[in-house]
């Protein structure tokens, strides 16, 4: 629902003042009487537009406004109904013959009221149905239009712009001077004014249309539809035709889709107002015409006396009042509420919902219940007696602090503890139309659903700890993977600066001891001391590369680029390098991804008997892509205790996969990652 709909439902109260319910029973008196009374006067097709124009925007706008006072939309359709009234009464008396006193004055007013009821009308459909405007720009062409109006409208007042004086026997009041000036002047000014209004109309709801979205998609089709349907049988008859009668006819349509929009869609929370009302219409209707088909055809038939003929037409009107009044609440219903799903299909539309399990699912569960029960709104809160909140609801989720059990519901709220396994988990708050109470059998339909409610708060909560359980584990893998590089990293340089050190300092002074021996002429002190010598850079080289095997300096200096660089060079295998690195990763995903490939380079001299291997490193925005490629014999897979399951656990540590694609035979063997870097 649009915010500024929802926003002015806030002050919705459930039973009217009596002065509000004296002024909008005032109003509704008026227009009909004016109607009622011009009706009297002839029948003129020419006019019968404005009747109905009166009789369909006074109806809508006085629901509005006996339930919203002050609401500007209901403001606006209460005026245009009111002037439309005014406009069929003053013509039906100008147009009766003999002619009536004041007559001609009537007339005066009932014309040039027409460019005020146009510019009027055009400002009802473009605030519609929020009652604000699309933005200050159409807010001043609004005042435009309407300030265009009323220089027509003072033009109409003055001289008989207006083609209605013309055709028809309808007689201008009084004559000034410059009727042919003013004519020239104000015909194309007031063809042109009429046309703009027209497409400003169009203009406004087709992007009130395209903006909107939810609920107020739905509200404004049907408006969409009949405003589209009017301005095309208006242009449409006064190119065909020459008169936009046709149009005129079709214009109460306008109002009759905003109503249909407030009531279908619970607009302004008065669906209730007008379903009673309908229902009443329908059966005063059916009970006129039977009553007066009894007492008519029946006597006309059989020689029986008046009083039999009403005591007969008041049986036959009883027998059949529940019957009708069902049937007719039955339609009424499915007009205003749209079809509502039986309990099987509400039951079958969670079922489908719970089988999907998908993120979604508490508030397409709130939706499901709306419709079950006919709730204008749901409210899925979720904790223990002491604090709750709200975790999901249809048809938006209200922005509500946590609140205890005790704290939920109000006057037209109904609320329904959640039970599991004997413990309160949450609570549904629904609400209803004005005065239309849970049905007994919405109230078991509820009960069936509140618990289905209760199963899913409890799966929520152990889907939740469960991930909970999963981010604590995984973190604490991360945790231990940056703990044993810390470690790798210390081992690297404990042995670089303290044993590698002291291994190069023994292998000097050994050298030293050489030269000397070999002054001294001591041939096989000479051959044993550099027999040492040799093993001892033996050791030392051992010791460096195990030093790199561990953690490699090189990789925390300057980076993974480098890194992998110095391990090529090493490697007793062509290998083809390709790193695209924008600058430097986080030390475990640098560590990670140079380990990976120092395995993989290993396994595919050590096993594979690889010729050539392809290295791919490449980082798209935060996520690193690392792929090895040998052409080897193939045939690696993840072992217990193997290299490649140490490097598959390792990655899981980090949130990554490791693929490994091997066909043995030759086939070669691929090694794939992603890293997240973020």
């Known amino acids: 629902m649009n915010p500024a709909v929802a926003a002015d ?135 435009a239009m309407v300030g265009l109006a009323i220089l027509i409208a003072l033009a109409s007042a003055l001289w008989p712009i207006e083609d209605d004086w013309r055709s028809s026997d309808l007689t201008f009041p009084f004559t000034l001077g410059g009727g042919d000036t003013a004519r020239a002047i104000g ?30 998609v739905r509200q404004l089709r049907w408006f969409v539809f009949a405003v589209a349907v009017s301005l095309l049988l ?7 035709w020459g008169t936009p009668l046709l149009g005129l006819l079709t214009l109460p349509l306008v109002p009759l889709a905003a109503g249909v929009a407030i009531v279908r869609y619970r607009l302004y929370d008065i669906d209730l107002v007008i379903s009673r009302t309908l229902v009443g219409g329908i059966l005063l209707l059916l009970i006129s015409v039977g009553y007066v088909g009894v007492v008519v055809g029946v006597g006309a038939l059989l020689p029986v006396s008046d009083r039999v003929l009403a005591l007969a037409a008041t049986a036959a009107v009883a027998v059949v009042f529940e019957p009708v009044r069902r049937r007719a609440q039955t339609l009424v219903d ?10 099987y299909e509400t039951l079958s539309r969670l079922s489908a919902q719970l089988a999907r399990d998908d993120a979604g699912l508490l508030e397409g569960l709130a939706a499901t219940i709306a419709g079950g029960v006919s709730a204008s709104e749901v409210v899925v809160w979720v904790g223990d007696a002491e604090r709750m909140e709200v975790v999901a609801a249809w048809p938006t989720r209200p922005a509500r602090e946590a609140r205890s059990l005790a704290e939920l519901g109000g006057r037209r709220e109904v609320v329904r503890p959640v039970w599991h396994d004997g413990v309160v988990q949450g609570a549904l708050v629904l609400t209803k139309a004005p005065g239309e109470p849970l049905a007994p059998s919405e109230d078991q339909l509820l009960g069936d659903l509140v618990a289905q409610t209760g199963l899913v708060i409890d799966h929520r909560a152990r889907l939740e700890q469960i991930a909970c359980q999963t981010a604590e584990l ?64 033996d050791a030392t080289s051992e010791l460096r590369e195990m030093a790199r095997g561990v953690h490699p300096a090189v990789l925390t200096q300057d980076g993974l680029e480098a890194a992998l660089a110095n391990l090529v060079d090493r ?29 993989a380079l290993t396994n595919a001299a050590r096993h594979a008997h690889a010729s050539v291997v392809v290295v791919d490193v490449s980082l798209d925005e935060d996520r690193l892509t690392v792929e090895v490629s040998d052409d080897g014999i193939g045939g690696a897979a993840l072992e217990p205790g193997g290299g490649l399951q140490g490097l598959a656990d390792r990655l899981s540590a980090l949130g990554a996969r490791l693929e490994v694609v091997s066909l043995p035979g030759g086939g070669g063997t691929t090694v794939r990652t992603v890293l997240a870097c973020g």
Do not use: C, K
């Not at 490697?571 to 395995?599: D, N």
């Open 571 to 599: 490697s007793p295998v062509l290998v083809r390098l390709h790193v695209a690195l924008g600058w430097r990763l986080p030390s475990e995903v640098e560590a990670t991804a140079y380990f990976m490939i120092s395995e």
């Open 234 to 240: 208006l242009f449409a008859g006064q190119i065909a």
């Open 334 to 343: 499915r007009l205003v509420y749209g079809r509502r799903a039986t309990p």
């Open 474 to 537: 995984q973190a604490a893998a991360r945790r231990i993977v940056t703990a044993e590089d810390a470690a790798r990293r210390r081992i690297e340089r404990n042995l670089h600066d303290g044993a590698q050190q002291r291994l190069v300092s023994l292998g000097m002074e050994l050298g030293a001891l050489v030269e000397r021996a070999a002054a001294a002429g001591d041939a096989d002190l000479v051959r044993r001391a550099e027999l040492a010598r040799q093993q001892l850079l």
């Open 9 to 143: 439902q806030s002050g919705y109260h459930d039973v009217p003042s009596l002065g509000r319910e004296v002024a909008v029973g005032s109003l509704a008196l008026l227009v009909l009487g004016l109607v009622a009374y011009g009706a009297t006067l002839g029948f003129h097709v020419g006019n019968l537009h404005n009747a109905l124009l009166a009789l369909t925007f006074a109806g809508v706008g006085l629901h509005v406004l006996r339930a919203r006072s002050g609401h500007r939309v209901g403001q606006l359709f209460v005026g245009l109904g009111l002037a439309a009234a005014l406009m069929y009464f003053g013509r039906q008396t100008g147009l009766h013959d003999p002619a009536l006193p004041g007559a001609a004055w009537l007339s005066w007013v009932s014309i040039w009221l027409v460019p005020l009821v146009m510019a009027a009308a055009g400002v009802a459909v473009m605030v519609f149905p929020t009652g604000q405007h699309l933005s200050p720009r159409w807010r001043v062409a609004s005042h």
């Open 187 to 216: 015909w194309p000014l007031m063809i042109f004014g009429y046309s703009a209004f027209q497409v400003m109309w169009a203009a406004a709801v087709v992007t009130r249309l395209r903006r909107a979205d939810g609920d107020e």
